[in-house]
């Protein structure tokens, strides 16, 4: 039984043993409203938490690791690296400056100012 099978059967279980007690009470009213007893209210909050959780760890945590690794990437462009912008051209670079970078056109050397953030591969292989 995986996962996805069992978390089914576990709601079930979880809300019989929350309606059996708030049935057992003496005068057989609940004093709590229906369906918000203590146990499936904690329930509810732990689902919560674990949505919350896998959120971050299959979105938020990749998305931060490949901006980072894109930074680096672009903090590491040197005089004579081939790049590729985002919007498809090709270039080698000319000059640096603090936000942007001067390429030069492989075919007729025209030369097109850009700014870094639109570096999206660097072709160039360095030794490290």
Do not use: C
Not at 24 to 33: E, H, L, N, V
Not at 90 to 101: P, Q, T
């Amino acid at each position: 039984m995986n996962f996805f099978q069992f978390l089914p059967s576990a709601l079930t279980m979880a809300d019989e043993v929350a309606s059996g007690a708030a049935g057992t009470a003496s005068d057989g009213a609940s004093s709590a409203p229906a369906g918000m007893t203590g146990g499936n209210l904690l329930l509810t909050v732990g689902y919560l938490v674990v949505i919350v959780g896998a959120l971050y760890f299959v979105m938020i945590r990749p998305q931060r690791k490949r901006t980072k690794k894109e930074a680096k990437m672009r903090e590491n462009i040197q005089v004579g690296d081939e790049i590729l912008t985002v919007g498809g051209i090709y270039g080698r670079v000319v000059s640096l400056k603090e936000d942007s970078i001067i390429i030069e056109s492989p075919a007729d050397r025209t030369k097109q100012r850009v700014a870094k953030w639109a570096i999206q591969t660097n072709m160039t292989i360095h030794d490290e």
